[in-house]
């Protein structure tokens, strides 16, 4: 089971997910796990707990092999 964050409703759940799939065209393809919010059914990213108080840059999540 994967934590899932819910930004609508702030929620955060647990779901298997899903594997999501896309050509970006800046980027080429791409790939996250996502799943349904239990409660507004929208489509919500992974929940990344952060411990420690790195900078996180925001950038896409990306499988692309460079
Ligand atoms: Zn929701």
């Not at 896309?22 to 059914?41: E, F, M, Q, R, T």
């Not at 707990?49 to 996180?56: L, P, Q, T, V």
């Amino acid at each position: 089971m994967n934590k899932f964050y819910c930004t609508r409703c702030k929620n955060i759940f647990e779901a298997e997910g899903i594997k999501k799939e896309w050509i970006d065209s800046l980027y080429g393809p791409c790939w996250k796990i996502v799943a349904k919010c239990p409660l507004c059914n929208s489509e919500c990213d992974e929940y990344r707990a952060s411990g420690s108080s790195k900078k996180e840059k925001t950038l896409p999540s990306c499988g692309c092999s460079l």
